[in-house]
T-cell receptor
Framework: EAQVTQNPRYLITVTGKKLTVTCSQN?????MSWYRQDPGLGLRQIYY???????DKGDVPEGYKVSRKEKRNFPLILESPSPNQTSLYFC????????????FGPGTRLTVL | AQRVTQPEKLLSVFKGAPVELKCNYS??????LFWYVQYSRQRLQLLLR??SRESIKGFTADLNKGETSFHLKKPFAQEEDSAMYYC??????????FGSGTQLTVLP
């Protein structure tokens, strides 16, 4: 089944403890992206990648890192999480560019205490 | 900078009534505009995009460059249309900017 998967789906952690949220897609998409969803703010783009080894900042990149070593994977790294990063995170993928439909993962709910 | 504004956080209509979800944008070039929908307990998914000029599930959206708007319309709302709707804009850098969303409730 063509899909975007994220792991873990739920995570509770403490301030400063490094964590990684994985994202994988099996549709051979070039474009991948991370968003956070907060009440009243909608979805805000954190980082996106047009292809392997090509990443760019979105609207809210501070406190996050990403890497794109393989086409199918696009992990989101929080080196030193803080409570203001408590949010619902979505990964998405699509064919090259924003012109095309993006397919979203199920979301990861992160709580930083 | 690109920006998307959805002025209504919540919108309720009765079944069979027309519905319009507003979306205004700010972008200096020629944008690509989308509507995404998130039904309860489902993933966010594309509803329609302006370049397709298509009608999906009875919804249409027209890009009005003069008013910088991309409102989503349906002449007769159905209960299954109840969902969260997001307007989104993609500029030349392929960065995708979403609005804050409108929760539509269609009452029986």
């Amino acid at each position: 089944e063509a899909q975007v998967t994220q792991n873990p789906r739920y995570l509770i952690t403490v301030t400063g403890k490094k964590l990684t949220v994985t994202c994988s897609q099996n549709m051979n998409h070039e474009y991948m992206s991370w968003y956070r969803q907060d009440p009243g703010l909608g979805l805000r783009q954190i980082y996106y990648s047009m292809n392997v080894e090509v990443t760019d900042k979105g609207d809210v990149p501070e406190g996050y890192k990403v890497s794109r070593k393989e086409k199918r994977n696009f992990p989101l790294i929080l080196e030193s999480p803080s409570p203001n990063q408590t949010s619902l995170y979505f990964c998405a993928s699509g064919l090259a560019g924003g012109l095309n439909e993006q397919f979203f993962g199920p979301g990861t709910r992160l709580t930083v205490l | 900078a690109q920006r998307v504004t959805q002025p209504e956080k919540l919108l309720s209509v009765f079944k069979g009534a027309p519905v319009e979800l507003k979306c205004n944008y700010s972008y200096s070039g020629s944008p690509e505009l989308f509507w995404y929908v998130q039904y309860s307990r489902q993933r966010l998914q594309l509803l329609l995009r302006h370049i397709s000029r298509e009608s999906i599930k009875g919804f249409t959206a027209d890009l009005n460059k003069g008013e910088t708007s991309f409102h989503l319309k349906k002449p007769f709302a159905q209960e299954e249309d109840s969902a969260m709707y997001y307007c989104a804009l993609s500029g030349s850098a392929r960065q995708l900017t979403f609005g804050s969303g409108t929760q539509l409730t269609v009452l029986p």
